[in-house]
């Protein structure tokens, strides 16, 4: 770096990454800054203004819970599927979450990650192994990463927990959940997307899958399933954000 772009870098202040403002939590981020290069060996590479960060608050206790999906379906071997959601998709998240999926904010992910992995901590959940839900191979070609593995990686490191990809995989694109509006076909249009690699044993054991939002849970419920029936002892959806009102009674 030359002594001018140093001397523009530190004359020029960063912006935030999520909504553009200044960012003046650079130096004075504590814990997250620590765990982020302790996982990363480096420092984080997005920036965040106080205000962003201080909107990442999770929901209290009694409204992080949910039943996979709200309305399960009729001889569903699997109605009772918990899925942990601490925070709603509103706010800084909803800004910031179309920021990693279309700008590449990989960083910002990751914070989702350290964020989450603190309140699992918290809430004491517990898994034999972690896994994401996998991007078709051609979107995550497209986007370079897939988010969800960016959210699961730092939360296994602070549940102290194994992190692997590709337990599951898309058979095909399914296309994007989020441009369906409709119920029945966002359900219809997961079914039978994801199989299990056979390479894997994972009997018995209790997986922890994790996805950045989950809006019906029909995408998580799918992925889930295909776990169960591979053998899984148990399987805890994790979903960093959401807009779902309909809460169990009893906590997984
Ligand atoms: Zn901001």
């Given at each position: 770096m030359s002594i001018i772009t140093e001397a523009l870098g530190v004359l020029a202040p960063h912006k935030c990454d999520v909504c553009g403002g200044f960012a003046d939590n650079d130096d004075n981020m504590g814990m997250i800054d620590r765990v982020y290069s302790e996982i990363?060996?480096?420092?984080?590479d997005f920036h965040i203004c106080s205000e962003c960060l201080s909107g990442l608050v999770p929901q209290t206790k009694d409204k992080r819970w949910f039943t996979c999906l709200s309305n399960p379906v009729e001889d569903?071997?699997?109605?009772?599927l918990a899925l942990f959601m601490p925070f709603a998709y509103s706010g800084v998240v909803s800004s910031a979450v179309p920021m990693i999926k279309?700008?590449?904010?990989?960083g910002i992910a990751r914070l989702f990650g350290i964020l989450l992995g603190f309140v699992a901590l918290n809430e004491g959940i517990q898994a034999d192994l972690i896994t994401p839900v996998p991007l078709s191979k051609a979107r995550r070609e497209e986007r370079g990463f897939n988010q969800a593995f960016e959210i699961a990686y730092p939360l296994g490191r602070i549940l102290e927990r194994p992190v692997a990809e590709g337990v599951i995989r898309r058979?095909?694109?399914?296309?994007?959940?989020?441009?369906?509006?409709?119920t029945t076909l966002r359900a219809v249009n997961v079914s039978g997307a994801f199989e299990f690699d056979g390479s894997w044993d994972i009997e018995g054991l209790r997986i922890l899958l994790v996805d950045d939002v989950s809006t019906t849970g029909f995408t998580m419920k799918e992925a889930a399933t295909v776990l169960m029936e591979a053998g899984a002892g148990d399987v805890l959806c994790c979903a960093f954000s959401g807009n779902r009102q309909i809460k169990n009674d009893e906590p997984f």
């Amino acid at each position: 770096m030359s002594i001018i772009t140093e001397a523009l870098g530190v004359l020029a202040p960063h912006k935030c990454d999520v909504c553009g403002g200044f960012a003046d939590n650079d130096d004075n981020m504590g814990m997250i800054d620590r765990v982020y290069s302790e996982i990363y060996s480096c420092r984080r590479d997005f920036h965040i203004c106080s205000e962003c960060l201080s909107g990442l608050v999770p929901q209290t206790k009694d409204k992080r819970w949910f039943t996979c999906l709200s309305n399960p379906v009729e001889d569903d071997p699997y109605p009772d599927l918990a899925l942990f959601m601490p925070f709603a998709y509103s706010g800084v998240v909803s800004s910031a979450v179309p920021m990693i999926k279309f700008g590449g904010r990989k960083g910002i992910a990751r914070l989702f990650g350290i964020l989450l992995g603190f309140v699992a901590l918290n809430e004491g959940i517990q898994a034999d192994l972690i896994t994401p839900v996998p991007l078709s191979k051609a979107r995550r070609e497209e986007r370079g990463f897939n988010q969800a593995f960016e959210i699961a990686y730092p939360l296994g490191r602070i549940l102290e927990r194994p992190v692997a990809e590709g337990v599951i995989r898309r058979k095909r694109n399914t296309g994007k959940q989020s441009e369906i509006t409709d119920t029945t076909l966002r359900a219809v249009n997961v079914s039978g997307a994801f199989e299990f690699d056979g390479s894997w044993d994972i009997e018995g054991l209790r997986i922890l899958l994790v996805d950045d939002v989950s809006t019906t849970g029909f995408t998580m419920k799918e992925a889930a399933t295909v776990l169960m029936e591979a053998g899984a002892g148990d399987v805890l959806c994790c979903a960093f954000s959401g807009n779902r009102q309909i809460k169990n009674d009893e906590p997984f």
